[in-house]
C-alpha cells in the first residue's frame, strides 16, 4: 500500500462559485473536507458494491462526492462522455451500467421524474439537493419506486457538499404531497447552528441564519483575505481556533432537531414600503395543488418601480389553470403587496450546467410569439405543432418563433428532439436545436 504523502490540511481541490460583485470566489477545500463528509457517513448507500453515476459537471462540488464516495470504497463511478450532463444520456446510462446510486440537483431530479421516471429503476438510494426539493416529486417517485431510498440533502460548496440531510419516510395515503421537505440534521463531524443577528442561538421555530462548523469547512476564497474574514468567523461555541461558516441562508429548527429552509438573506427586496422575502411567495404557490415548481424575480417598471414576477409550472393532469385563476388563489392567501405583478406559467424551469434554476435564462413577463409567417409546407406545421406542444403554448407557433424565446432551454430541448425522432424520423440532435432555433430554419436543416 502506498504511504500517504499529504496533510489532511493540504488543499484538495478549487471550486469557483458566483460573487455578488461579478467575480468568482475561489473555494479552496482541503483533504479533510473531502474525506470527512464521504467517510465514515450513512447519510448515502457507501460501499463496494455500489455503482455511482456522474450527474453533475466536475466543477460542481457534487461531483466530488460522487467520484470520490465511489472510489474510496472501492465502488464503481459510471463517467460521462461530455462536459455536461444531459437527461437521456443519464437515463440511458442508468440502465445500461444498472446504477444503484445517484445524486442530483432538485431541478434534474424533479426532471427525470417526470419525464424518464424509469432511470430509477435499479436504483437503492437516491439523493437530491442543491435547491429546495418538491415536495410533489419526492411523494410521486416514491410511490412509483417503493424501494427507492430518498434524502434530501443541504450544504455550500463552502462546506463540501452535504452538511445536513433527512432521508424521507415512505409516503402512505395520508402524506399531504404539498408540505416542505426538512433539510434534515447535520451529518457526522459537521455542525449547525441557527443564530440571529447577534450570533446568538434561536428557540425552535424562530427564523435564524444557518452558520456551519465541523470537517468540511474550506480554508476560505483563494487570494480574497477580506471575503474570508467576512464569512469565516471565529467560533464563538467551539474549541480555540475552530471557525463558523456563515452561509447566508435562513432556517428554523424544529425541537427534535430537524431543520427546514426559509430562504436568502440577502434576496429580500422592498416593494411599496414593505420588506419581503420572496421565498414566502415561493412557499404560497406550492400550496396550490396544481403547481409542481415555482421561483421569483424583480424587475423595474418605467415609473422606476419594483415589480415582483412569479414562474411556476404545473402538474401534467392540470395544465390549463391559468395565471389569473392563480392571482385569484393567491389573494385569499397573502396580503396584496405579496401578489406577484406577473405570473408566468412555463412548461419547465430553465436550468443552469450545475442543474440549479437558471434566473437569468427566464423568459420576461408576458412573452409572445413573433409576427412570423404561417406554415408553408408539412415539415413546418409538424415542428410549429411540436414546439407549441413541447413549450405548453396556448396559441399557435409560428415558423419565425425562436425555441428559446418561448421559453424553451435544454431539458426542453432535449424533449423536442425526441418528439421530432419520433414523428419525422430523422437523426435530429440537441445541438441542431439550438443551431437551428426556429422551425424554418429546422426544417431547412433536416430537408438538405
Same mark, same amino acid.
Request: proline fraction near 10%; include cysteine.
Given at each position: ?21 461579478? %467575480? ?15 467517510? /465514515? ?23 466530488s ?69 418538491s415536495?410533489?416529486h ?12 430518498l ?9 463540501? !457538499? ?8 415512505q ?6 404531497t ?7 440534521r447535520? $451529518? ?6 441557527i443564530?440571529?443577528?447577534?450570533l ?47 452561509t447566508?441562508d ?6 427534535n ?11 429580500? $427586496? ?30 423595474t ?9 412569479a414562474?411556476?409550472t ?5 395544465t ?7 392571482r ?25 450546467? /450545475? !442543474?440549479?434554476i ?17 406554415? %408553408? ?24 418563433? /425562436? ?12 424533449k ?19 443551431? /437551428? ?8 436543416h433536416?430537408?438538405?
Amino acid at each position: 500500500n502506498p504511504v500517504p504523502g499529504g496533510h489532511p490540511e493540504d488543499g484538495a481541490s478549487i471550486m469557483y462559485t458566483s460573487g455578488s460583485t461579478g %467575480r468568482p470566489k475561489a473555494i479552496l477545500t482541503p483533504h479533510r473536507a473531502l474525506t470527512g463528509t464521504v467517510l /465514515n457517513q450513512d447519510y448515502a448507500t457507501f460501499g463496494p458494491d455500489q455503482r455511482f453515476l456522474q450527474c453533475s459537471p466536475v466543477s460542481w462540488d457534487a461531483f466530488s462526492l460522487e467520484f470520490w464516495g465511489a472510489l474510496l470504497h472501492g465502488a464503481t463511478c459510471v463517467l460521462q462522455p461530455g462536459q455536461r450532463p444531459e437527461p437521456t444520456l443519464i437515463n440511458q446510462l442508468a440502465h445500461q451500467h444498472r446504477i444503484t446510486m445517484l445524486q442530483l440537483s432538485s431541478s434534474l431530479f424533479n426532471y427525470l421524474t417526470d419525464e424518464h421516471p424509469d432511470t430509477f429503476t435499479h436504483t437503492q438510494h437516491a439523493s437530491t439537493g442543491g435547491e429546495p426539493a418538491s415536495p410533489t416529486h419526492t411523494h410521486h417517485l416514491q410511490k412509483q419506486h417503493p424501494h427507492l431510498t430518498l434524502t434530501n440533502g443541504y450544504g455550500p460548496a463552502e462546506s463540501m !457538499g452535504y452538511t445536513t440531510t433527512h432521508t424521507l419516510p415512505q409516503p402512505t395515503t395520508h402524506t399531504p404531497t404539498n408540505n416542505p421537505v426538512p433539510i434534515g440534521r447535520p $451529518i457526522t463531524n459537521k455542525h449547525t447552528y441557527i443564530l440571529d443577528t447577534h450570533l446568538q442561538p434561536v428557540p425552535p421555530g424562530v427564523t435564524g441564519e444557518i452558520y456551519l462548523a465541523g470537517t468540511g469547512l474550506a480554508h476560505g476564497y483563494q487570494h480574497q483575505p477580506t471575503l474570508t474574514a467576512t464569512h469565516f468567523i471565529p467560533n464563538p461555541y467551539g474549541p480555540p481556533g475552530t471557525r463558523l461558516y456563515r452561509t447566508g441562508d435562513l432556517a428554523h429548527h424544529t425541537p427534535n432537531g430537524q431543520l427546514h429552509y426559509h430562504g436568502r438573506t440577502d434576496h429580500q $427586496i422592498k416593494i411599496r414600503g414593505f420588506r419581503i422575502e420572496p421565498t414566502e411567495i415561493h412557499n404560497a404557490l406550492l400550496q396550490h395543488p396544481h403547481i409542481t415548481q415555482t421561483t421569483t424575480t424583480t424587475t423595474t417598471d418605467t415609473t422606476g418601480n419594483t415589480q415582483l414576477n412569479a414562474y411556476a409550472t404545473l402538474h401534467p393532469q392540470h395544465t390549463t389553470t391559468t395565471p389569473t385563476q392563480l392571482r385569484h388563489w393567491l389573494r385569499n392567501t397573502l396580503p396584496d403587496h405579496l401578489i406577484p405583478t406577473h405570473i408566468t406559467i412555463l412548461p419547465k424551469l430553465p436550468l443552469t450546467p /450545475n !442543474g440549479k434554476i437558471d434566473h437569468k435564462a427566464l423568459p420576461t413577463p408576458h412573452t409572445t410569439t413573433t409576427q412570423g409567417r404561417p406554415p %408553408r409546407t408539412p415539415q413546418e406545421e409538424i415542428l410549429c405543432t411540436l414546439y407549441t406542444q413541447t413549450l405548453n403554448l396556448t396559441h399557435p407557433t409560428t415558423i419565425d418563433d /425562436n425555441f428559446f424565446d418561448l421559453g424553451g432551454h435544454s431539458l426542453l430541448a432535449a424533449k423536442l428532439t425526441t418528439r421530432i425522432r419520433t414523428t419525422l424520423h430523422t437523426n435530429l440532435t440537441i445541438r441542431d436545436i439550438f443551431q /437551428n432555433p426556429t422551425p424554418a430554419t429546422l426544417t431547412h436543416h433536416i430537408t438538405t
